[in-house]
């Protein structure tokens, strides 16, 4: 899964100029397991202000206006499908709104939708989870009654995880408790051809490349701030990798030789170092389940590329044809409950990513993370490189527990302030 969060820094005086506070909102970059930066983060996201009342919103609707809500949008927040408290079966007086979104469904075949169930906060957050997906899973089972084929139909459920509205008081509370509408594209070609990248990359036992990267943060005023790194990776499947990243604030060299994983800290003049032996589809699991440490381009690196991108991907889209770098690329786009992401993958028998952009969709301003490949190399092209780590002269050794904020792209004169 995407990460994403909302920040607050205090940026105290930094030894080229004053310092001034600010608050940030950023996107963890990485797609599954934080793939390529290292941030601190917080689970924390705006709740908007909503003007109107469900009652209000329910009175409201109207088939045409829900169908050109999908036709334009691609969304739409429904109210007046009512479930009884702590329970999945339908009333009956959603009939005529299961009727319309059959004939929508009808009206437009090429569409496909997916029904999300949000409660509101009261009860356990699990219970509340596992309930929302039972009412999306009675709607869905309510419109194939209906005639609407089930392969056009996704149902999921939120729980209490997306406000729209306080849950302080009832009246937000009723806001909370709705079935959103989304409509998606399901292109198979976009799947054919993400797939065909990972069964390349797998294939490859030797890879090299470089990598220009981007972080970009949103300002309490809504500047948006970009924070470039440059890079490079080397992997010898196995079980051996080396990756560098350096930026304004950040200059971290990574090395895993099978067994032990260090990573160095350039800048601090710091390392540390980790038993982890077993392959590089191992290591990255281990960083991210046991150590909660990113690896650049960790999910591309994987045998398993394919599985890892497309966890909870609902849609998916071909958009044509790019160029990267000088190379004719296909662009593909695809989307999950709470970031997008795009890359373009090269054309041609070397089917390797140009270039990765994933964007927060839940946090405000859209804040994104964006790295471009450059120098590809596969095979005996790829330069030989022993995979030992040389440790610079008078480097401290570090326990691993204190590498957290140390090796990131925001400096360590940022701190942690009131979440947005």
């Keep these: 899964m995407f990460g994403i969060c909302v920040e607050s820094y205090n940026r105290k005086t930094h030894n080229r100029r004053p310092g001034r506070t600010f608050r940030a909102q950023a996107l963890k970059g990485g797609i599954a397991r934080g793939t390529f930066v290292a941030i601190a983060l917080c689970m924390a996201s705006p709740v908007p202000a909503w003007s109107q009342s469900a009652e209000e919103l329910e009175k409201q609707y109207s088939r045409e206006n829900m169908q050109q809500a999908l036709q334009t949008r691609e969304h739409y927040d429904l109210y007046g499908i009512h479930f009884d408290s702590d329970q999945s079966a339908l009333q009956p007086a959603a009939g005529p709104l299961l009727d319309d979104i059959a004939t929508a469904l009808k009206n437009f075949p090429d569409w496909g939708l997916r029904i999300v169930g949000h409660t509101d906060a009261t009860g356990d957050p699990a219970a509340n989870e596992a309930l929302s997906v039972e009412r999306a899973n009675a709607i869905k089972a309510a419109l194939v009654e209906r005639g609407v084929p089930a392969d056009k139909l996704q149902a999921a459920g939120l729980g209490e995880r997306r406000p729209v509205a306080s849950n302080t008081t009832p009246e937000g509370r009723v806001l909370n408790r709705r079935v959103e509408l989304v409509r998606f594209t399901d292109s198979p070609e976009a799947k054919k051809m993400l797939k065909a990248m990972s069964d390349y990359l797998a294939g490859q036992m030797a890879i090299s490349f470089g990598y220009d990267a981007t972080l970009q943060v949103v300002t309490n005023s809504d500047q948006k701030i970009g924070l470039a790194s440059s890079g490079t990776v080397s992997l ?31 800048n601090a003049n710091k390392y540390t170092q980790v038993e982890i032996p077993g392959t590089v589809d191992h290591l990255v699991d281990e960083l991210k389940d046991k150590y909660g440490l990113p690896l650049p381009a960790a999910d591309l690196l994987m045998t398993n590329a394919y599985d890892e991108l497309m966890q909870g991907v609902y849609d998916s889209k071909d958009l044509g044809s790019g160029v990267i770098n000088g190379a004719e690329c296909d662009s593909l786009a695809f989307r999950k409950d709470d970031v997008d992401f795009q890359i373009w993958v090269a054309q041609g028998e070397q089917a390797y990513p140009c270039r990765l952009v994933i964007t927060s969709t839940q946090v405000g301003g859209g804040p994104e993370y964006s790295v471009e490949v450059r120098d590809w190399k596969t095979g005996d092209a790829v330069a030989v490189d022993d995979f030992g780590f040389k440790q610079p002269a008078e480097a401290a050794k570090i326990d691993v527990k204190d590498l ?6 925001l400096p360590e004169n940022f701190v942690v302030g009131d979440a947005k």
């Design 236 to 266: 010898s499947r196995p079980d051996k990798v080396r990756t560098t990243r350096s930026g304004g604030f950040v200059d971290v060299e990574t090395v895993f030789d099978g067994k032990t994983l260090t990573i160095l800290g350039k």
């Design 404 to 409: 957290q904020g140390k090796f990131g792209d």
